[in-house]
């Protein structure tokens, strides 16, 4: 499977939310990263169709999803962002109703759904009602609705979104066991969601494309500018004045700041292994500071 | 398509809040039409008198077809009776054992308001319905002369509907005068589908399933059909229980259902109806065109609700988008403005004023009975509401997620 995104453009009120973007998806994770607002679920939602594109074509193995109009579907598989559903419905009938509308037949459907819920780990709550199960579950369930059609493609948007830790690891673990052999789109502005199961990173701002790599690629791309600099009570004020700084720690030597520059910001910076989160701060914080 | 109405209908209809508010309605309903009996009816105990059983015994003998003999005896009995009250010095006491009642004024009441004048009505219907005939038939020869075709078609279907009118039955007419003049279950009735149809639309976009659904394949356009036609099936069932409440709720009350098999214009408001069917079949009639007009009104709703993203703005719009619909029928019903009347979808609901008197359009030159255009009309109104529901859900869909 083979996913091209050629040249795609939409324009609200006249301000681009995504310009002349191009990009190319095989089979693997792929983490839609950027701030609030740099176009990501513009991109999803051209993607699946519910908004259409000023310009550009999404092509599926060289072939415009648009000319497979509605089987376009039934090779995608769909989570959005803050996911309800409907909170009188027990988890094993949500699931069937989504069977019903992704046009899968009822055994098969059935089947499905069970797998599907003993690999979310979620057969115990299959009769429970979707409003009395808490955010992480409710997630589950949706990554699960989003699998019943065996989509070649998995789009998931901010889904780790209010979830605790534990549930977030959990849900990170669950997109890669259900990432073999398909393209799983993950769009995020949580570093860490991705940072460890990307096979690839796609770095969004204002809509533009800056970086696709892996995030390993990303980070070398950095190397030698991200700095361990070590600040007192007298020097902090002027370093965060100046300095764009991905984290901040105090213990009893000092301040140790984390600080991305193009060049040593001081005498005695030391200069350390740079990470996603540093990536992403370096091309998207530009004229961010303290 | 089945199995998506069937979980449309679990989504939005079977629900204990709204079959508890249905069967609260329900209730409220039955007190409401026990409560228009206890204030009208001569028969209840309320209005002051103990006619019940009397009047029972009086129909016995002077129910059914009006014959001479009935008349005479009936007012040998009432001609008396009137003579000793018109000067109004007849004896005022409440036990006098030579009456049916215990006072003659009572008695005089009884018959008058129970069986003289509605016997006279019924009897006076044949002369006045071939008053009719003989007017309109007039009116043919001298537009004929003017060469006005409108007005020659008018007055022949005129002539043609009121032809061999007769009211031949004297029977008890009091329950259906009373059930076709009710309007208080379809109040109720609105009241529930604006409750229950605002959520249709509104509840997707509550739960971001909206944009869920049009990434499945039956998550569209094919959704927003199921969406529609539960909302009617529901519609239809919540009326139907309704009508079927009010039919059982007046014929028991009442305790008759005498006047079933009469003609309509046997009750006196409908003297000039246009339609000359049953009592029993103006009921079906009746209750089939409030159902349309319910109907449409609900695709009103769900057309308002599409454009809102909860549920307090569409309602309180529906609300106040109903008091307008019963302001202009108010405003026009017994006004000569036939065409606003008619475009009013609720004028099928309070459909008695389309079938009590003989008012045309002009379709086309042609003259038609008000009451067909009026549910062309409605008919339009309903498939203009359902074009713009589809267009409008999905392009709402996309616009907020733009």
């Given at each position: 499977?083979?996913?091209?995104?050629?040249?795609?453009?939409?324009?609200?009120?006249?301000?681009?939310?995504?310009?002349?973007f191009n990009s190319e998806l095989e089979n693997g994770i792929y983490g839609l990263l950027g701030a609030n607002g740099a176009g990501k679920t513009t991109l999803i939602n051209i993607f699946v169709g519910i908004l259409k594109s000023d310009k550009?074509?999404?092509?599926?193995?060289?072939?415009?999803?648009?000319?497979?109009?509605?089987e376009f579907l039934s090779h995608i598989g769909y989570l959005q962002q803050y996911p309800q559903f409907y909170k009188n419905f027990k988890v094993m009938d949500f699931l069937r109703y989504m069977c019903v509308l992704k046009d899968i037949p009822k055994e098969q459907g059935e089947k499905r759904a069970k797998e599907l819920l003993e690999i979310v780990n979620l057969s115990d709550a299959s009769t429970k009602k979707i409003g009395a199960l808490s955010g992480g579950m409710r997630q589950r369930v949706g990554i699960a609705q989003a699998?019943?059609?065996?989509?070649?493609?998995?789009?998931?948007?901010?889904?780790?979104?209010?979830?605790?830790?534990?549930?977030?690891?959990?849900?990170?673990?669950?997109?890669?066991?259900?990432?073999?052999?398909?393209?799983?789109?993950?769009?995020?502005?949580?570093?860490?969601?991705?940072?460890?199961?990307?096979?690839?990173?796609?770095?969004?701002?204002?809509?533009?494309?800056?970086?696709?790599?892996?995030?390993?690629?990303?980070?070398r791309g950095i190397e030698g500018k991200v700095w361990n600099v070590t600040a007192t009570e007298n020097t902090i004020e002027e370093k965060l004045k100046h300095l764009k700084i991905s984290n901040m720690m105090r213990n009893q030597d000092g301040i140790h700041l984390r600080v991305i520059n193009d060049e040593k910001p001081d005498a005695h910076a030391v200069n350390i292994q740079p990470n996603l989160e540093d990536v992403f701060l370096y091309y998207s914080g530009d004229g961010e500071r303290w | 398509m089945v199995k998506l109405l069937l979980f449309e209908c679990r989504k939005h209809f079977l629900k204990k809040s709204i079959v508890t508010v249905i069967l609260l309605f329900s209730v409220l309903n039955v007190v409401k039409i026990y409560s228009v009996y206890d204030?009208?009816?001569?028969?209840?105990?309320?209005?002051?008198?103990?006619?019940?059983?009397?009047?029972?015994?009086?129909?016995?003998?002077?129910?059914?077809?009006?014959?001479?003999?009935?008349?005479?005896?009936?007012?040998?009995?009432?001609?008396?009776?009137?003579?000793?009250?018109?000067?109004?010095?007849?004896?005022?006491?409440?036990?006098?054992?030579?009456?049916y009642t215990g006072n003659v004024y009572n008695d005089t009441y009884f018959f008058r308001w129970n069986f003289v004048n509605p016997m006279e009505y019924?009897?006076?219907?044949?002369?006045?319905?071939?008053?009719?005939?003989?007017?309109?038939?007039?009116?043919?020869?001298?537009?004929?002369?003017?060469?006005?075709?409108?007005?020659?078609?008018?007055?022949?279907?005129?002539?043609?509907?009121?032809?061999?009118?007769?009211?031949?039955?004297?029977?008890?007419?009091?329950?259906?005068?009373?059930?076709?003049?009710?309007?208080?279950?379809?109040?109720?009735?609105?009241?529930?589908c604006m409750y229950v149809l605002i959520n249709v639309f509104v509840s997707e976009k509550e739960t971001e399933m909206d944009v869920l659904l049009l990434t499945t394949k039956a998550g569209g356009t094919k959704t927003v059909i199921a969406k529609i036609m539960t909302s009617a099936i529901f519609v239809c069932i919540v009326c139907?229980?309704?009508?079927?409440?009010?039919?059982?709720?007046?014929?028991?009350?009442?305790?008759?259902?005498?006047?079933t098999s009469s003609p309509l214009y046997v009750i006196e408001n409908f003297a000039n109806s246009s339609i000359g069917i049953s009592l029993g079949e103006y009921v079906v009639l009746s209750d089939l065109l409030k159902t349309a007009g319910i109907l449409v009104l609900s695709l009103v709703f769900l057309l308002i609700s599409t454009l809102f993203k909860?549920?307090?703005?569409?309602?309180?719009?529906?609300?106040?988008?109903?008091?307008?619909?019963?302001?202009?029928?108010?405003?026009?019903?017994?006004?000569?403005?036939?065409?606003?009347k008619i475009l009013n979808p609720f004028a099928?609901?309070?459909?008695?004023?389309?079938?009590?008197?003989?008012?045309?359009?002009?379709l086309f030159g042609y003259p038609v009975i008000s009451y067909v255009p009026a549910f062309l009309f409605a008919a339009a109104w309903g498939t203009l509401c359902i074009l713009s529901i589809v267009i409008l859900i999905r392009k709402n869909t996309v616009n907020r997620k733009g």
């Open positions: 499977m083979k996913v091209t995104f050629k040249d795609i453009s939409k324009q609200y009120k006249g301000k681009y939310a995504l310009e002349n550009g074509q999404v092509l599926i193995n060289d072939v415009d999803v648009r000319s497979l109009g509605i699998m019943l059609n065996d989509p070649d493609i998995l789009i998931l948007d901010e889904p780790t979104a209010g979830l605790d830790p534990q549930e977030r690891i959990r849900f990170r673990n669950l997109i890669t066991k259900f990432s073999e052999n398909r393209i799983v789109l993950l769009a995020t502005h949580i570093v860490s969601d991705i940072e460890y199961i990307a096979n690839q990173v796609i770095l969004l701002k204002d809509g533009q494309l800056l970086k696709q790599d892996s995030p390993q690629a990303l980070a | 204030q009208t009816s001569l028969l209840s105990k309320s209005t002051g008198s103990d006619w019940n059983d009397l009047y029972w015994e009086m129909y016995e003998e002077f129910g059914g077809t009006i014959t001479k003999e009935k008349i005479d005896k009936l007012m040998s009995i009432y001609g008396p009776l009137d003579k000793q009250t018109a000067d109004k010095t007849a004896s005022t006491a409440i036990d006098n054992p030579n009456t019924a009897y006076m219907y044949r002369s006045y319905a071939n008053d009719v005939v003989t007017a309109a038939k007039e009116n043919l020869t001298f537009f004929e002369s003017l060469g006005n075709q409108y007005e020659y078609k008018k007055n022949a279907a005129i002539a043609d509907r009121y032809i061999g009118r007769v009211i031949s039955d004297f029977s008890y007419t009091e329950m259906y005068e009373n059930y076709i003049h009710y309007d208080f279950s379809a109040f109720l009735v609105i009241l529930i139907f229980w309704f009508w079927l409440i009010d039919f059982a709720a007046f014929s028991t009350i009442f305790g008759s259902l005498e006047a909860n549920a307090l703005f569409p309602f309180i719009i529906s609300l106040f988008t109903t008091f307008g619909f019963i302001y202009m029928q108010e405003l026009y019903m017994g006004s000569g403005h036939i065409l606003l099928l609901v309070v459909n008695r004023e389309l079938f009590r008197k003989t008012e045309f359009v002009s």
